[in-house]
Nanobody
Framework: QVQLVESGGGLVQAGGSLRLSCATS????????MAWFRQAPGKEREFVAR????????YYKDSVRGRFTISGDNAKNTVSLQMNSLKPEDTAVYYC???????????????????WGQGTQVTVSS
């Protein structure tokens, strides 16, 4: 079974930084793209960032662009999210996800991704 495991969450002050990591648990696998989503209490899970391995293209939610950076190692199916200048609005459970193969559009939607981690809590205090 393919499983992803996130780490690196924690409590930080506004303006601080965190680096989240996501790695494969158990057997290795390949993916077409990987992404980060987040979910705040009482809100729907929302797209944060994505990296497509074939060309290393990245895409970000507008509110995190310039502050967050997604990167990874396709050979190891690992991905990280460097988060700088954190704001209280960034508080959420962060999930990594993997898209197994190329498919149609709407890559910002959660249903696009077949494999998910359990999430790691990020709390930004003011």
């Amino acid at each position: 079974q393919v499983q992803l495991v996130e780490s690196g969450g924690g409590l930080v002050q506004a303006g601080g930084s965190l680096r989240l990591s996501c790695a494969t648990s158990g057997r290795t696998f390949s993916s077409y793209a990987m992404a980060w989503f987040r979910q705040a209490p009482g809100k729907e899970r929302e797209f944060v960032a994505r990296i497509k391995w074939s060309d290393s293209n990245t895409y970000y939610k507008d509110s995190v662009r310039g502050r967050f950076t997604i990167s990874g190692d396709n050979a190891k199916n690992t991905v990280s999210l460097q988060m700088n200048s954190l704001k209280p609005e960034d508080t959420a459970v962060y999930y990594c996800a993997a898209q197994a193969r190329q498919s149609g559009g709407f890559y910002t939607r959660a249903y696009k991704y077949e494999y998910w981690g359990q999430g790691t809590q990020v709390t930004v205090s003011s």
